[in-house]
């Protein structure tokens, strides 16, 4: 959270002094105006100035990109982060060399961190953020390998005529198999048991 | 190790400065423990654990390099 207070002839002068100051625009800022500041008798006998102060809240989409950047380094990985905003969502692109360690098996350090990162964001954010956090390109790469999975089990489903349950899998990941399985006439899907065990299973539909 | 742990807490926290860890070294293990505010406990843990589970998933990566086996712990 930064803060000034600035002086000027009429309130907006002063305003504009503190947004300078603070390198920003005014729709990101409280104003509490402590001294209205007065003209004074002939300009010349009396006058005050305007005495403001300017409160910048920090912004959620930088501190969470601080707080990427801080706990990456921690773990020992330099990252590049290259952030992109569309709507509530809010998308992480990290890059590095050592990036395999920061998604972990089957993208589990990721998705954690994923998690974390949301948390911080909506910590300091007026509007509800949703975070993703991608690694090299990896939640692509994961979309692909998940549909091909879901293709072969929906094939097993139905040449075995028996239920295939998947292995547990956050949310956004069974959204892309139920997607991926929805034009597929001959099966259905739905999830099963709780978080964070929750798992798919695809059903052959009798005929 | 240290210092990961806090990284990753204090933004989490409404009491940043109570954020405390300690670390026990066992023979085979290290365990690192904790503490935060009381009134920060629910923040750390989440629901049904999920921030807990998260965290320790993050602290074990960084952990995977060395030999000992790592432990979080969460305590008042």
Known sequence: MKQVTATGHTVDAAVESALAQLSTTRDRVQIEIIEQGKKGFLGIFGNKDALVKVTLPPDPIEETEQYIRNVSREIGVEVDIEVKRSGKNVTYLLSGDKIALLIGKRGQTLNSMQYLAQLVANSCSRQYLTVILDAEEYRTRRNETLMNLAKKMADKAVRSGREVALEPMPSYERKIIHSALINFKNIKTYSNGAEPYRHIVIAPLKK | ?76
Do not use: C, F
Request: hydrophobic residues 35%; proline residues 3%.
């Open chain 2, 1 to 76: 190790m240290k210092e990961l742990i806090q990284t990753i807490v204090k933004p989490l926290v409404d009491h940043p400065d109570d954020v405390q860890v300690t670390v026990h070294e066992a023979d085979e293990k290290t365990i690192y423990s904790l503490s935060v505010n009381k009134s920060d406990m629910g923040k750390v843990i989440g629901k049904q654990g999920r921030v807990a589970k998260a965290i320790r998933t993050v602290v074990y990566a960084a952990g995977s390099s060395q030999h000992k086996k790592i432990y979080l712990e969460i305590s008042e």
